[in-house]
């Protein structure tokens, strides 16, 4: 028997591999130019004709992390304020999609809708009642704000493919649980999560580059004890000229983590996204 593929024109063939090409140089042709741009001295980087070849050198990433440039402070609060935010929103997401996957009310489609567009939201809309909630409280410039903050964009997101994924997992799973003598806690916990396992990931590593990459709210509620990686890559372009070493420098410390997160839990986030994630394999 011949395969779907063997049977496909190879016109047809040759136009989706052409596309999935164009694809792939669109993406990665900026992607290596900003890390070779990062061990470029200054007279390559801004030279009038590209320098393939180059002598490479790390005084770009030495100069982030000496004197006045320090760059430890950012990248520490970048993990914290992501890192936390992402781990409540999942779990918080998972208590509230669960409920919601389960629950029988006529309404629970437009209940859904609703949470997710809160997501859709424009920050311009949410920034300023946030900014004076959070001044009130004390929570402008520090960590625990711009956790906060990127709850409320993160949370609705979490909850809303959570509740996805356990409306894919088979209702005769949890009441077998339930029939062998699990409290509902039980089955949720030992049953029913497990099998949502690739959801989680996909949801914490979605989250986690949402809050990672995040300029508006850092730009808002964060001060100098709480500035992140995006505002040190601000910081770089001034008035006076822009430093574009030390900023493809930044570029590449801010993407390469994501990138390698991706690729560490890349199965579980192929198989999350596309909803096939309740085999318990």
Not at 34 to 47: E, G, L, N, Q
């Amino acid at each position: 028997m011949t395969s779907a593929i063997d049977r496909t024109p190879l016109r047809a063939r040759l136009g989706v591999r052409a596309v999935v090409i164009v694809g792939l140089l669109w993406t990665l042709v900026p992607l290596v130019w900003m890390v070779a741009s990062s061990f470029k001295s200054d007279v390559d980087v801004t030279a009038a004709e590209p320098e393939f070849l180059f002598q490479p050198t790390l005084e770009n990433y030495r100069s982030l992390f000496t004197g006045a440039n320090n760059l430890g402070p950012y990248i520490w609060h970048s993990v914290l304020a992501s890192g936390i935010s992402s781990a409540l929103a999942v779990a918080i997401g998972a208590l509230a999609g669960y409920g919601l996957a389960g629950t029988r009310m006529r309404a629970k489609k437009h209940v859904a809708f609703w949470i997710i567009s809160t997501r859709m939201a424009p920050i311009a809309v949410v920034v300023l009642p946030l900014f004076l909630l959070f001044r009130g409280a004390n929570l402008i410039d520090s960590i625990p704000g711009l956790i906060l903050a990127y709850l409320t964009f993160n949370l609705p997101f979490a909850i809303w493919l959570m509740s996805a994924f356990f409306a894919e997992v088979p209702p005769s799973v949890e009441e077998s649980a339930l029939v062998a003598g699990c409290t509902r806690w039980q089955a949720f916990w030992h049953v029913v999560l497990p099998l949502t396992k690739s959801g989680l990931v996909t949801t914490f590593v979605l989250c986690l580059v949402f809050s990672w990459n995040d300029y508006a709210f850092a730009l808002v509620f964060s001060g100098p004890h709480s500035q992140t990686l995006p505002i040190a890559a601000d910081q770089l372009v001034t008035q006076t000229g822009i430093d574009w070493g030390q900023l493809t420098a930044i570029g590449t410390i801010v993407v390469l983590p994501m990138i390698a997160a991706g690729l560490a839990v890349r199965r579980w986030l192929v198989t999350g996204l596309t909803l096939g994630a309740v085999t318990g394999e």
